[in-house]
């Protein structure tokens, strides 16, 4: 399906048991109907190209003018229309499901801006859209145990926390119909991956053969969704195969061969495949890549994971995970993620033994699939920012980790997320080395695939972690952010800076409203109020103020004493708070604030 600036294009294929000549003249029209709008059109078999003398099929275009119709949009940014749309001959009907809307995968070179690389963003209905999306993985071992109720759980859940696009993993699997339809009815993207992951593929031909019929009926399949945005060939095959990451140390004498044996499979049998059967969508090779400049280099680029070209994947587990300058400023984050434990009540699913529940039991150990020591890593990563508890009660303390590795996960989507965001506007692109114009991020991972230490944000069951919650946040379309540049920096060059992130195509109109706030009274020791005012989707920076000097008028001594808060009222309705630490929580001293609990009510 496509169109131009006055009509749709819809294309059929039409299938007869006999030849339609041979019928009366009372069966020689086909009518086709677009239920609930008045366009309707009859067609005469007579003006139909039968590709061969026994007439058993043929091929149609059939033109919808677009006042007819209302476009599909992706979740945030407008409703999903869905029409039913009928095909009668001899009596008989035929109704599929349709949807309409463009998508472009928009890859500028910046060479007229003098600086280098190209740029990476999607463009839907002619609107250019900022990713705010996951990475989706099997939702269990067991693909029987999926329902379609369980399904709606996790996909109403991703919508929720207002994402717009899932990529689906290549080291999953091609998700059943179910899927595709929930997420084409609310309005979630699908990045689809072939089935290919961190492995080198034969390509003989009886392989060869066996992926054409699988990449066909794939796309046969899935190509009537709109939901489905881009094809990928594989997951990080590039990156694993090219010389400069070695992933899968290949001895150069063989590389040729293996070079080659990656271009056969990947772009002339999937990439010639996916252009002749469905056009209408991009296709990248790998997933990381550099797009158009991996083609440039003949489909295996030199740094597939550069930040000047197409996405990047990215995980550093020996760098504090809250710190905003370890992340690459890329084109596209489509792979990032951090590790928290599942909630108390999850893992009782699996076990009531109290020696299991401990932070490295033999048991979550077995769990952990980070084979770097995942346990370990877990605690160190917390150690940056946390306090790691001191308690003798095991279990007190199993839960205690718990919830401080679902905070440091959730600071990390928040981190990775505020850092996209701010550059994700092309007047914030850097001069020097042409880094910025960021314009999605795709965290890993939305779902769980068992019960265990894990990258997701949703529990095995559909359980939010904290993660999701934040997620949720911090993918706000209007959003405020107050960032300490340099990070924990406290000298006279550290600055505070507040942007805002307008993702409305309309704009928005509102009030900024800033404090400094100690932990000992919630009187705030500085209030700074700013108007704004923006007509169309952009990033700007509202104020930039001396870290000290900002410390000094509210009165704060050190780091360890004040938080800034800052929230955004839009028309005296939205309300979205952030808050800036000044240091990592583990410094500051806070006080008991003797809570009690009054009364427990059940919200109708």
Known sequence: MGNDSNCWNVDFYLKFSENPFQQSNTYQTIHFRLLHTNWTYTLNI?????????????????????????????????????????????????????????IELVEEDYTDLGLNGTS??????????????????????FQERITREYLERLLYSTAEANINMLRVWGGGVYEKDDFYELTDQLGIMIWQDFMFSDSLYPTNIAFLQNIQNEISFQVNRLKSHPSI?????????????????????????????????????????????????????????????????????????????????GDVHYYNDKVDPWNYTYVPISRFLSETGLQSMPSLETLLQITNDSKDLSFESSLMRHRQHNVRDGQKQLLLEMMFNLPLPLINDSLQ????????????????????????RRYSSRSMMNKNNSQGHTMGLMYWQLND??????????????????????????????????ILEPYLTYDTTSLVKIYFINEKFNGTHGQVHCQINDFHSFTPHLRLTFDVNMNSSDVKILKEMPYQELLRQSECSNATDCILRCSYSEDFENNYEQILFFTQPKNYQLQNPQLQILSVKNRT
């Open 46 to 102: 007579s003006s139909l190209t039968f590709p061969n003398a026994n007439y058993e099929s043929a091929s149609i275009t059939v033109h919808i003018p677009s006042h007819h119709i209302k476009l599909w949009w992706p979740n945030g940014y407008g409703d999903q229309y869905l029409y039913e749309f009928q095909v009668e001959y001899q009596s008989q009907l035929k109704t599929k499901r349709i949807e309409f809307r463009t």
């Open 120 to 141: 990476f963003y999607f463009k839907v209905n002619n609107q250019t859209i900022f990713i705010k999306g996951s990475n989706w993985i099997p939702a269990d071992a």
């Open 229 to 309: 945005v881009l094809w990928s060939g594989n997951n990080e095959n590039e990156a694993g195969i090219s010389k400069r990451y070695s992933g899968y140390h290949i001895p150069d004498v063989d590389r040729p061969k293996y070079e080659n044996d990656y271009r056969l499979l990947y772009v002339h049998l999937i990439l010639v495949l996916v252009e002749t059967l469905d056009p209408t969508r991009p296709f990248v090779t790998s997933s990381p890549s550099n797009g158009w400049e991996t083609v440039k280099e003949n489909y295996i680029a030199d740094d597939p994971q550069s930040p000047l070209y």
């Open 397 to 420: 303390n199993f839960t205690l980790l718990i919830y401080l590795s679902q905070i440091n996960q959730a600071m990390y989507i928040k981190t990775h997320s505020d850092h996209c």
């Open 449 to 482: 695939i068992w019960q265990a230490p894990t990258w997701s944000s949703i529990e095995y069951g559909g359980k939010w972690k904290m993660s999701h919650y934040y997620a949720k946040q911090v993918y706000q379309p209007v959003y405020v952010l107050p």
